[in-house]
């Protein structure tokens, strides 16, 4: 069985602009605001600005992948399992 990570770590400094597609151009800002500091703290998101056009905006450090959706899904049916066997044991050997 291989890796069940349902977040991916990547980092955005390696990332294409969303906007002009540079690779690598991007590079960390600073929260402007105390909305942008609550994002930047709580969330796993964090500010960037691209060198190349100057966009700027949030990009997550962790990413949803296809993959994801496999291991949420086989953590789901483990999770079935093991309340189909709870169910069955109580009924069974303790409910009387
Ligand atoms: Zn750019």
Redesign the pocket.
Known sequence: MNDLKILIYRNPLFAK?P??K?PG?LHRSRARNAYEQIIKKFTFFNMYR?R??G?RGMRSTLVFTLASLKSIFIYLIIGGAVALIVRFILTKFIIK
């Open positions: 602009c906007d002009c540079t151009s691209c190349e056009c966009w």
